[in-house]
């Protein structure tokens, strides 16, 4: 899909794909997106197919965990103090919202698109946060913009009666500009964040620079027919073809896929240690090369030296 279904079917997702993908178990997804589609009707690009494909799918709750590395605590533009220990996990619905909603129109003159959740689709991403939450610090902290929004206060009242069924479980809010300003002023503050598919968006990728790079950032994508795992961050095109892109958000998802769709606890974990091991040893690619490298490699050889770990 994406790019090269365009060149070779004349559309971003064909069906085949879409078949292929529900008669599995998982997928593993790279990324998509470029200039060279950029300019095709809406309908045709890239995007577009993304979107169509996690909707048909079914995947309205995207994980996105940013955690911080501690070889790479150096690594961040933040102080090593404020990032030590961050681990969060970004919550982001995935099928609705203002990507999705209707009306939406373009005619040259005025445009619009419309931000929409009903009440099912919050309880539905609502309970997924609180229950992973359990699991972790026990602590949500729900992100909207309930001051403005009529859509955000449905979302903020949704949580907080839902929150009734997780007494355990501390929930607070947050409105998105603070919640921005506040990830990277004290990121520890957080545990679990759920928020709607925009604002997941723009906060996800600002996570990914407190723990270091957006090269980093994997993710989940699941629900209730199968699950897509793919690195948070785009095709990259400004470095594309230079061997220099990270591919640690792809490989982790591998892992994320090995372990929550796969049954394969032990090969996540030998993975996710291996990454470990090639980090404090010392290699990186270019784009956390400014700290604390012995190695710099290029894309395929971090691969080769991941392999080369989980073999040892
Ligand atoms: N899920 C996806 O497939 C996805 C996600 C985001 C953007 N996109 C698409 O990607 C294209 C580029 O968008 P963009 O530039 O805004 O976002 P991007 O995530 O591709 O790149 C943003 C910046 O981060 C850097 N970067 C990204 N991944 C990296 C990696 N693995 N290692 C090192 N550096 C990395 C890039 O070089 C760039 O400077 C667009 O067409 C966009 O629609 C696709
Ligand atoms: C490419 C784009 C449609 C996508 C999104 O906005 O969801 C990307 O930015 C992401 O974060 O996966
Ligand atoms: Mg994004």
């Known amino acids: 899909m994406g790019g090269i279904a365009i060149d070779t079917t004349g559309v971003p997702l064909p069906q085949e794909t879409v078949d292929g993908v529900l008669n599995s178990d998982a997928c593993l997804f790279g990324a998509i ?3 060279k589609w950029d300019t095709l009707p809406r309908e045709l690009r890239p995007e577009t197919g993304l979107l169509k494909f996690r909707e048909e799918m079914g995947v309205y709750a995207n994980l996105r965990p940013a955690i911080i590395y501690d070889e790479l605590v ?14 969060i996990m970004i919550v982001r619905e995935l099928i609705g919202g203002i990507y999705f909603g209707k009306p939406r129109e373009n005619d040259g003159f005025k445009a619009f698109n419309t931000m929409v959740y009903t009440k099912p689709e919050i309880v539905r991403i609502g309970k997924t946060a609180f229950e992973l939450a359990m699991k972790r610090d026990k602590r949500v902290c729900s992100v909207d913009k309930a001051n403005v929004l009529e859509v955000s206060q449905l979302w903020r009242d949704t949580m907080n009666e839902l929150s009734k069924d997780y007494p355990e479980v501390t929930l607070s809010h947050m409105y998105v500009d603070n919640a921005a300003m506040q990830l990277v002023r004290n990121p520890k503050q957080f545990d ?7 604002f997941g968006d723009i906060l996800s990728d600002t996570a990914s620079m407190v723990v270091g790079s957006i090269g980093l950032l994997p993710s989940a994508s699941t629900g209730d027919k199968t699950a ?8 990259a095109p400004d470095i594309a073809g230079m061997g220099i892109a ?3 958000a792809t490989i982790v998802s591998a892992a994320m896929m090995l372990r929550y769709s796969l049954n394969e606890e032990k090969a996540a974990d030998l993975i996710e240690e291996s990454i470990k091991s090639v980090l404090k ?7 956390l090369a ?3 490298a012995k190695e710099v490699l290029n894309t395929s050889a971090m691969g080769d030296v991941i392999v080369k770990y989980i073999n040892k």
């Open 33 to 35: 997106g470029g200039e």
């Open 228 to 235: 897509i795992y793919e690195p948070i961050h785009g095709s």
């Open 281 to 287: 040893d010392g290699y990186r690619t270019k784009d």
């Open 246 to 248: 990270n591919p640690l």
């Open 192 to 198: 679990v964040i759920v928020t709607g598919n925009i």
């Open 290 to 292: 400014a700290y604390d």
């Open 74 to 87: 150096n690594a961040s533009t933040l102080k090593p103090e404020v990032i030590t220990g961050v681990d």
